[in-house]
């Protein structure tokens, strides 16, 4: 910073020098501080690459005697994590398609709505969605203990402790983001557009369905991205709402499996690492999308 | 982003009064069946938030004037006034610290990770080679669960067998650092850790907001003969209070609601207590303390509200300015 | 559920009584295992029991589903929610679920929970949706979840396995109102461990009073080592401190008062408690309070600490991360004594373990007979045995269980056991689950822990006004 303040006030030959050391000041400050910051991640992938018996023997911060998979092996085989990724994948896709769902039909219908009504209901979910989960569990629960679900949803005929109870609470804490960003970005739609529908006498469904929706996908598609991440990283619900020990998506499996299967920090690492991958891939391929999600409504569920 | 800015074109909140006759117009142009179908739109979404959410915090108010343990049938007998906020307030020891904690979680957000993660943000918007590479590893932690970042650290954190007591020589009885056991030193560890994620997802947003800034706004200062530092701070930081609204707001909301890590680290006691950890420690636990645990919740949803209600108030004004 | 409880409401917690009574059960229970007079007894069971009709299942409940002889045509399923999370436990889990299939024809399924969040979860799971049956704690812990109808009574099945545990082992699976809730299992005692090999090298003798103890942990310290290991993370294991503490110094009678609210904890006798902990805290781990037991553990099996006050179940940690011989190396001594007139009791924790029928689980009606089944199954020394093979530590409770194969620590623990006049749970087992708590009891130690030389007269008042909070026990 200090090396680029001087840019504004040097000669024109001098000043360039001092670009191009500032520059290289900026990326050495940079490079270091990277690293840094990567650093926990790289500890982790080199604890789980270190056998049991190597960090044993010489404590974990030692140099390596030998450096293999194995740990990952372990890890995936012996606490069967392919399965409680699937557990991820059925609360997940279906509770990101419904909430975009919902959300931009309730966004849609709120563009056609008295303008102090819609700030109301965009209010209302708003400030639901910036709820703290704590403050609602105790009665969520009890809820979710008394509330029919008819067989085929539900094994034991209620939210609790069923695929479907975490599904429908993603919803309903993800819609109140989805709805703010949508709405906005709906609005910055030319109107012309669905005005032009009307006068064809399309109905309402057919404008959401072939007008809005497309031209949405863009907000979408970021969304998608990011409910995936919010919702595969969710700890809490699955912990509280979930009471199996087998049903639990990955990321509260993990904690569930620490005991009985990672016994050592190494296989812990590789297991944590193989839980992260998901995510980070995702980060990587949708990293547009991603980053357009988070700052179109810029907050968080 | 500008889909928050007050004076951003793209906001329909200016037109909003002079479109409503046009809206009800188009509204009697509706069929019987569009307007079932509106009113589903609205209703299915309205409905599941009510009763999912709005429902039970209500009921949270409700339960924490009882003494309420979950077992039996709630009855007339239940009821113990303020009795709960009583004990709380006075006398239950875990209460302060956990009042102080969330702070020291909120503070330390606040001077210390959000101004980081505004300063990484400064220092990537420019033409500058390899940026998204920069970007990509702060933002890497954002995109890792709470669970994941608790044991990465955990393995930082070890006393014996850590990374950052082994590089201090610190690994002796005499003297380890007990980074996430002693508690003194433990929230500060864990809010490092929480940072750790905090500040890739402040910089995405204000980096995010900065290229959104007019370019020609930088250039007249710099052409008056503004520094870096004062285009910074008089142009580029007042333009961006939208923004900053948001980074506020995100930042309040985030320590209010932290209690993965601490519940990952020791169920959010010995040093780790948050007044998130508490409710469910009290209601949701073998001891089902029900009443009292949402006493607590009360106690956390009347100060989220706080920052919620300003936020969205901005919203409110923004759009109907 | 609630209903036929209602008139024995009114009857005290009684853990004196019962505690009392255990004590017999023990007593009585390790005198069987101990003894080679015992040998005909064992004689007249199979050790494998998968095939055997013990004399239980002949005289079994009315239900349908009596467990049969292998081969029969059981079928069905019972729910089981396990805390056996550690791998040795889970692997006697697996043992044991394979043995009752192969001898009932029954399916089982099986919920394992991690340990700590299976009990911190405990109310919360039986008013939900829990298994037909799952792994529980006797004493007061259990009576506290009979008196609100979360579990379900089963007397019929203890009538049918009865015959196999020592008499007074009823009181330890009796509630408030008089009726049985559970099937003992197994149980541990705490004591002090340490290695024999360290002992040897370094000439050490062992302690049997509170000076020579003291003497010993500061000679270990001067050789390197950490006298006492120990791994507070989780909050329950420094109880094991303070009810030994607490027994010795002030008697049985009182600690159990004390856990059940007829005592105060701002009686200066829990203060001496304190004051005489203090005296030992710098020869502690200093990392104990991040540190979970097994990596405490750890350290004892490294060789890199002397000594842990701890459950028997350590082996189970001794197993996964050591060798064989590892555990062959492994010895045990009674806590020192303190020079009180309670010495004598020579009272200690040997909390027992039990299995208990759910009262809400969804299928427990379709089950009810499997479940039925599935509890005598585990009452026999034969399904114990499968545990024990796995999990060294828990010691079988059924009087057939074949105790040739019992190691020279076992045997030891076995005879401490018996020889002890007075025997408690543990804290959080003889006390209210809300008073035991995350927030509370286990937060009080933590707190006098960060500084045990302090003053702890606000710390117990705020122990006593935390106490006066609580709703009222239902089954008082």
């Given at each position: 910073m200090s090396a680029s303040m001087t840019v504004a006030t040097g000669a024109v030959p001098p000043r360039r020098r001092r670009v191009k050391r500032s520059r290289v000041a900026l990326h050495a400050f940079l490079i270091v501080v990277c690293s840094i910051w990567i650093f926990p991640l790289l500890w982790a992938v080199y604890i789980s690459l270190r056998p049991l018996g190597d960090t044993a023997l010489h404590g974990d911060f030692s140099l390596p005697s030998t450096l293999?998979?194995?740990?990952?092996?372990?890890?995936?085989?012996?606490?069967?994590?392919?399965?409680?990724?699937?557990?991820?994948?059925?609360?997940?896709?279906?509770?990101?398609?419904?909430?975009?769902?919902?959300?931009?039909?309730?966004?849609?219908?709120?563009t056609r709505a008295a303008s102090r009504f819609n700030l109301f209901m965009l209010l209302l979910f708003t400030a639901g969605n910036l709820l703290p989960p704590q403050v609602i569990i105790v009665p969520l629960y009890t809820l979710y203990l008394h509330i029919p679900i008819p067989h085929p949803l539900s094994e034991n005929g209620i939210l609790y402790d069923q695929y479907i109870g975490i599904i429908l609470i993603h919803v309903v804490f993800q819609t109140g983001f989805c709805v703010f960003v949508l709405s906005n970005y709906m609005r910055t739609l030319p109107r012309e557009l669905t005005e032009a529908a009307i006068?064809?006498?399309?109905?309402?469904?057919?404008?959401?369905?072939?007008?809005?929706?497309?031209?949405?996908?863009?907000?979408?598609?970021?969304?998608?991205?990011?409910?995936?991440?919010?919702?595969?990283?969710?700890?809490?619900?699955?912990?509280l709402l979930i009471e199996t020990g087998s049903k639990r998506p990955i990321t509260s499996a993990l904690n569930n499996l620490q005991g009985q299967f990672f016994t050592n920090n190494n296989l812990l690492a590789a297991a944590s690492l193989l839980v992260a991958i998901p995510t980070v891939i995702v980060y990587l391929i949708f990293r547009r999308q991603f980053v357009r999600g988070l700052t179109l409504g810029a907050t968080k569920g | 982003m500008t889909d928050f800015a007050p004076a951003s074109p793209a906001s329909p909140g200016g037109a909003g009064a002079n479109h409503i006759p046009v809206r009800r117009s188009r509204l009697s142009l509706l069929s019987r069946r569009d307007k079932v179908i509106l009113g589903l739109m609205i209703g299915v979404p309205t409905f599941l938030d009510l009763v999912f959410i709005w429902l039970p915090t209500l009921a949270s108010i409700g339960l924490s004037l009882t003494n309420w343990n979950g077992a039996t049938a709630l009855t007339a007998k239940n009821f113990v006034g303020l009795k709960n906020y009583q004990f709380l307030f006075t006398a239950y020891t875990p209460f302060w610290p956990a009042v102080a904690h969330n702070l020291i979680w909120l503070l330390f957000f606040v001077c210390v990770a959000t101004p980081l993660g505004i300063f990484f943000a400064v220092l990537l918007d420019r033409e500058l080679r390899g940026s998204v590479i920069y970007q990509n590893v702060f933002y890497l932690p954002v995109v890792l669960s709470l669970v994941i970042v608790g044991f990465i650290w955990e393995l930082q954190y070890a006393p014996?067998?850590?990374?950052?007591?082994?590089?201090?020589?610190?690994?002796?009885?005499?003297?380890?650092?007990?980074?996430?056991?002693?508690?003194?030193?433990?929230?500060?560890?864990?809010?490092?850790?929480?940072?750790?994620?905090?500040?890739?997802?402040?910089?995405?947003?204000?980096?995010?907001?900065?290229k959104s800034v007019d370019p020609g706004l930088r250039e007249a200062a710099a052409i008056d003969g503004a520094g870096e530092r004062q285009i910074f701070f008089r142009v580029v930081f007042p333009v961006m209070a939208p923004i900053n609204v948001i980074i506020v707001v995100v930042t309040v909301i985030e320590s209010l609601r932290a209690f993965d890590l601490a519940f990952i680290i020791n169920q959010g006691t010995n040093g780790l207590e948050l007044l998130s950890t508490l409710i469910t420690n009290n209601s949701l636990s073998e001891a089902s303390l029900i009443g009292f645990g949402s006493a607590i919740a009360v106690v956390l949803l009347t100060i989220s509200l706080v920052p919620i209600v300003i936020f969205l108030t901005r919203v409110m004004r923004d759009q109907t300015a | 559920m609630a209903n036929p409880m209602a008139p024995q409401r009114s009857s005290p917690p009684e853990t004196a009584q019962t505690g009392l009574s255990r004590r017999d059960v023990l007593k009585g229970m390790a005198a069987v295992a101990g003894t080679a007079g015992i040998a005909s007894f064992l004689a007249a069971c199979s050790s494998s029991g998968t095939a055997t009709p013990t004399p239980a299942a002949a005289t079994s409940t009315p239900g349908a589903a009596t467990p049969t002889p292998a081969g029969s045509t059981a079928t069905g399923f019972v729910t089981l929610g396990s805390n056996h999370s550690d791998a040795s436990e889970a692997k006697g889990m697996a043992a044991i679920d394979a043995a009752f299939t192969t001898a009932t024809g029954i399916a089982t399924k099986l919920n394992t929970v991690d340990h700590d969040t299976f009990q911190n979860?405990?109310?919360?799971?039986?008013?939900?949706?829990?298994?037909?049956?799952?792994?529980?704690?006797?004493?007061?812990?259990?009576?506290?979840?009979?008196?609100?109808?979360?579990?379900?009574?089963?007397?019929?099945?203890?009538a049918s396995v009865k015959s196999n545990y020592t008499s007074a082992f009823a009181t330890a699976v009796t509630g408030d109102d008089g009726k049985v809730y559970g099937?003992?299992?197994?149980?541990?005692?705490?004591?002090?461990?340490?290695?024999?090999?360290?002992?040897?090298?370094?000439?050490?003798?062992?302690?049997?009073?509170?000076?020579?103890?003291?003497?010993l942990?500061?000679?270990?310290?001067?050789?390197?080592?950490?006298?006492?290991?120990?791994?507070?993370?989780?909050?329950?294991?420094a109880m094991g401190t303070f009810d030994i503490l607490n027994l010795r110094l002030n008697g049985y009678d009182f600690h159990t008062g004390l856990l059940t609210g007829k005592q105060k904890w701002t009686d200066p006798k829990v203060t001496a408690v304190f004051q005489k902990w203090a005296?030992?805290?710098?020869?502690?781990?200093?990392?104990?309070?991040?540190?979970?037991?097994?990596?405490?553990?750890?350290?004892?099996?490294?060789?890199?600490?002397?000594?842990?006050?701890?459950?028997?179940?350590?082996?189970?940690?001794?197993?996964?991360?050591?060798?064989?011989?590892?555990?062959?190396?492994l010895d045990m001594f009674p806590f020192p004594t303190l020079g009180t007139q309670y010495d004598a009791e020579a009272a200690l924790d040997a909390p027992i373990d039990i299995w208990m029928m759910s009262a809400n689980s969804p299928t427990l009606q379709q089950d009810m007979a499997n479940a039925k089944a599935y509890l005598e199954f585990f009452a026999k020394g034969s399904t114990q045995t499968l545990m024990f093979q796995n999990q060294p530590g828990f010691i079988p409770t059924a009087t057939d269980a074949d105790t040739s194969s019992f190691s020279a620590l076992q045997k030891k623990a076995v005879q401490l056991v018996s020889s002890a006049q007075k025997i408690t749970q543990f804290l959080d087992r003889d006390s209210r689950p809300d008073f035991a708590g995350a927030q509370g009891m286990q937060a009080f130690l933590q707190t006098f822990l960060k500084n045990p030389t302090a003053d702890t007269t606000p710390l117990q008042s705020q122990m006593q006004a935390y106490w006066d909070q609580l709703p009222p026990y239902l089954g008082s």
């Open positions: 293999n998979f194995q740990n990952f092996i372990d890890a995936w085989t012996q606490a069967n994590l392919p399965y409680y990724y699937l557990n991820t994948l059925i609360v997940a896709v279906p509770a990101v398609i419904i909430t975009l769902f919902l959300s931009s039909m309730l966004a849609f219908a709120l006068v064809d006498g399309a109905g309402i469904g057919t404008i959401y369905l072939n007008v809005i929706l497309p031209l949405c996908r863009p907000a979408l598609a970021a969304l998608a991205t990011l409910e995936f991440t919010f919702i595969y990283n969710d700890f809490f619900w699955a912990l | 014996t067998d850590g990374f950052i007591n082994g590089i201090l020589g610190r690994t002796g009885q005499n003297d380890l650092i007990d980074w996430l056991g002693n508690p003194g030193i433990n929230i500060w560890a864990v809010v490092v850790a929480a940072s750790w994620r905090h500040v890739g997802y402040i910089m995405v947003l204000y980096l995010a907001g900065l | 979860q405990l109310t919360p799971y039986l008013k939900g949706t829990p298994q037909d049956v799952f792994t529980w704690f006797s004493g007061f812990r259990m009576r506290f979840f009979a008196a609100q109808g979360l579990v379900t009574p089963i007397d019929d099945v203890w099937i003992p299992v197994d149980y541990y005692p705490w004591a002090v461990f340490y290695r024999k090999s360290l002992f040897a090298d370094k000439g050490y003798t062992v302690p049997a009073t509170w000076d020579d103890y003291k003497k942990c500061a000679k270990m310290q001067t050789d390197g080592l950490t006298p006492i290991t120990f791994g507070d993370k989780d909050g329950w294991p005296e030992i805290m710098p020869y502690h781990d200093k990392a104990y309070a991040g540190l979970t037991w097994q990596k405490a553990c750890d350290t004892l099996l490294q060789k890199k600490s002397g000594m842990f006050t701890f459950g028997l179940f350590l082996t189970g940690e001794f197993s996964t991360s050591g060798t064989p011989a590892d555990l062959d190396d």
